[in-house]
């Protein structure tokens, strides 16, 4: 039987998103679910929007990805994870083939790792985390739920970063250290200490700059 996936947001993730997914072939057939019939991803057919998510499923389609980023907000991710879900679709996880990953990592549903990404030994990456290009998880790390490790940062070994935190872009991040959850660490920054939850921070040395509760 045909392998068939849809991505849920046609814009600019999803562009990488799919682009992971053809090169690694896997798949049959994938379509686009977007409010813009005009999305353009890879050439990939609109073949919906979300209230035609349960006929799709009626129709064959049983694997969904939501394929839509986040910038420091999850809302939108989560809702639509929360959609997917109910309608009964499995959840795949999508790991670029030029991405690294150690044998005993674990990696949760609905994560997507891009392109020479490292995720090293026993990290754990959990579900609906987004590890992006050339961003490295080193080893023993813990990326909570719904996180973005954005591209090129760098988690040092036995890290912990919490649930729906955003760590910029060549962020690094200092062995041991842990970040809080709902947290939102500015591009280029270098974290040495524990950042609690609910914060923007950002500098070298990191610095708690404002509450975002
Ligand atoms: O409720 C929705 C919905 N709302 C917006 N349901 C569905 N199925 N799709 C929705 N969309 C669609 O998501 C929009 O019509 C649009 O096609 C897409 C969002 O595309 P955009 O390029 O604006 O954002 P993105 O999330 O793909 O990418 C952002 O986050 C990435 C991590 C950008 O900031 C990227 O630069 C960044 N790398």
Redesign the pocket.
Known sequence: MAKRLLL?????????VADSLLADGRYDEIG?????TE?N?ADLPVVG??EDLPSLFADGWEEAF??????GNVS??R??FE?IKAVGFSIPHIIDPTAAIARDAVIGEGVYIGKRAVVNAKAEVESFA?I?SGAIVEHDVFIDAFT?V??GATICGEAKIGWNTHIGAAAVVKQGVSIGSNVIIGAGSVVLKDIPDFVKAYGNPCKVVESCQ
């Open positions: 849920l947001g046609g814009g600019g993730h999803c562009r990488s686009i679910v977007d409010y813009d999305a991803v929007n979300d939501v394929a839509v980023g986040s910038v939108l991710r809702k639509l959609k987004i992006n973005h954005s591209p």
